[in-house]
């Protein structure tokens, strides 16, 4: 029968994760082993170690394939985007502190976007709604009319 054990479950960006194989089989029966990461990575390996490099809800499945049959169990792992808060973003992408744009140049702000590659529909629609947040400008921070904006 197939069982194993995530350790952690769920955790920020990116997230490594030790797969802890529980299965029970008749002695000497054993073919192999199939993990399938739901991100497009799979192992063969026993007790494998895995990364989840972007924020999503994955499905991690096990194959065993023994000289009677398969049997396959699967658990969700639940990856959250990573706080910007106390990260030092790479060189070259903000501003040098205390520099201030020239008059009438909009503030620089940056935005982190995930890659969708390889989730599936469900994943993304679920990475994305993670992220929605809501941006109100008004007339005292801009000499654009007040307004709500909500990406």
């Known amino acids: ?19 802890t194989n529980r299965s029970t089989f008749t002695p000497g029966s054993l073919m192999a082993y199939g993990w399938d990461f739901g991100d497009g990575g799979a192992s063969a390996d026993t ?3 895995h990364t989840f490099a972007v924020a999503g809800i994955y499905e991690v499945g096990l194959n065993v394939t023994t000289a009677i049959g398969q049997n396959h169990v699967s658990r969700t792992i639940t ?15 903000l501003p040098v502190e205390g520099e201030t744009p020239a008059e009438g140049e ?4 940056q935005v982190n976007v995930p890659d969708l590659m390889g989730l599936s529909k469900t994943e993304a629609v679920a ?17 654009a009319p007040k307004d709500e904006v909500t990406a």
């Open 106 to 109: 909009p503030e620089p702000v």
């Open 47 to 49: 007790n494998p170690v």
């Open 127 to 143: 990475l994305l709604e993670s992220l929605l947040f809501q941006v109100t400008i008004s007339e005292e921070d801009s000499k």
């Open 79 to 93: 990856v959250t985007a990573p706080s910007s808060e106390g990260e030092t973003p790479p060189e070259g992408e």
């Open 1 to 19: 029968m197939a069982a194993f054990d995530a350790d952690p479950a769920s955790g920020k960006a990116p997230l490594t994760v030790t797969f």
